[in-house]
């Protein structure tokens, strides 16, 4: 099945910094890759997301990047703000099936 | 905006009882879901369901598990016999479609084991 391993667990920034969050999956038919940013107490909610056929994704100040070759993709949030503290979780699915592996979570703390 | 919605939002149970937590998916999402999330730790997938069917289910969902359609609107998850490692947040999920597409969760029900 598909592993997915995220990192950093932590990172802190202060607020105006970029922050980037990497993730490796394991099978090569996985091609949807989603984020998800969660408050605490909170439901996961997607940010963002990315197929395998679309390198790079910018939604404002929040892109992803995609490197199939070496299977890992990545989320980068410039101009942090203390808002976007949260746990950001990426996920990897094979749009022919409907399960979604997530990562294990990186806690993102931006300091005013 | 349409939303997924879970009740209760906490459940306290006390060990060997059973359980059945409740969502609404919205309403015209066809794939419906189950993922766990241990508290501090990632959510993880236990289940998927569609036309009334199982369609995929994970390793942690075993004979203890049971979801169901029992009407148009409603999605539950029964779980018998808790034990006290099921303590978790249980979020339900819908999607339009089977993948590739985005699954949109619910509030979640913190489930208490004593």
């Known amino acids: 099945g598909e592993n997915v391993e995220q990192h950093p667990s932590t990172l802190s920034v202060q607020e105006g910094d970029s922050a980037v969050i990497k993730c490796t999956y394991s099978d090569s038919a996985s091609n949807y890759f989603p984020w998800y940013k969660q408050e605490l107490g909170k439901r996961p909610q997607l940010i963002i997301d990315?197929?395998?056929?679309?390198g790079e994704k910018k939604d404002q100040r929040i892109a992803v990047t995609l490197n199939k070759t070496a299977k890992h993709f990545s989320l980068h949030i410039t101009e942090t703000q203390p808002e976007d503290s949260a746990v950001y979780f990426c996920?990897?699915?094979?749009?022919?099936?409907?399960?979604?592996?997530f990562g294990k979570g990186t806690m993102l703390l931006v300091s005013p | 905006e349409p939303e997924v919605t879970q009740t209760p939002s906490h459940q306290v149970t006390q060990m060997g009882q059973e359980v059945i937590l409740r969502c609404v998916p919205i309403s015209n999402h066809l794939y419906f879901y189950w993922y766990r999330q241990i508290l501090g730790q990632k959510v993880e997938f236990l289940v998927s369901?569609?036309?009334?069917?199982?369609?995929?289910k994970s390793e942690i969902f075993d004979d203890q598990f049971s979801v169901e359609r029992p009407d148009g609107s409603n999605f539950t998850l029964k779980i018998r016999s808790t034990k006290l490692e099921d303590s978790a947040m249980y979020f339900c999920?819908?999607?339009?479609?089977?993948?590739?597409?985005?699954?949109?969760f619910g509030q979640g029900t913190r489930l208490t084991v004593v």
């Open positions: 369901f569609y036309n009334n069917e199982i369609s995929e």
């Open positions: 996920a990897a699915g094979d749009s022919g099936y409907s399960t979604l592996t």
């Open positions: 999920a819908s999607s339009e479609a089977r993948g590739g597409t985005e699954a949109f």
């Open positions: 990315i197929r395998s056929n679309v």
